[in-house]
């Protein structure tokens, strides 16, 4: 078996399960944060689902890093371990950005009020999996 190409194939997954569990918790704290707008007759604000969407980037920086594995000519057992050190770091930076995005969606939801303080604080969860990207990139050219 070729470790490269499990490698390439674990890119995209890993960090895809990553966005699964990051849009999931932002998810249900953006629903939870209506469900409480509407309880107390205020309007929802549509502008939740930034948060609750922003994890999904991270798959497509998954499948970039795949295609760049894929057309690599390295080493196999390299391609392998950039590959799943990438995947890693940017679902671990999806997991924690849903929980940021939850926790703007709470407070957006209850003052109306920070949304560009709290879209920065999931920003910043945004650019370690860009960091994960680029540089495993720059390591494969």
């Known amino acids: ?3 490269g190409l499990l490698g390439t194939a674990l890119a995209m997954g890993i960090a ?3 966005s699964a569990i990051g849009i999931g918790i932002a998810g249900q704290a953006s629903i939870g944060a209506w469900k409480k707008c509407y309880m107390n007759n205020k309007a929802a604000p549509f502008i939740l689902t930034v948060f609750a969407g922003a994890p999904l980037t991270q798959t497509i920086y998954g499948f970039l890093l795949m295609q760049q594995l894929k057309s690599s000519i390295a080493d196999p057992a390299f391609l392998f371990g950039i590959a799943i050190a990438s995947a890693i770091a940017m679902a ?9 995005g939850a926790a703007g969606a709470d407070a957006l939801a209850e003052t109306g ?3 560009s303080q709290y879209i920065t604080v999931v920003g910043l969860c945004e650019t370690v999996a860009l ?3 680029v540089f495993s990139m720059v390591a494969l050219a």
């Open 131 to 133: 960091f994960a990207l």
């Open 113 to 115: 009020k920070g949304f």
């Open 16 to 18: 895809a399960l990553g």
């Open 92 to 100: 671990f930076s999806a997991i924690f950005q849903g929980k940021a």
């Open 1 to 3: 078996m070729n470790l």
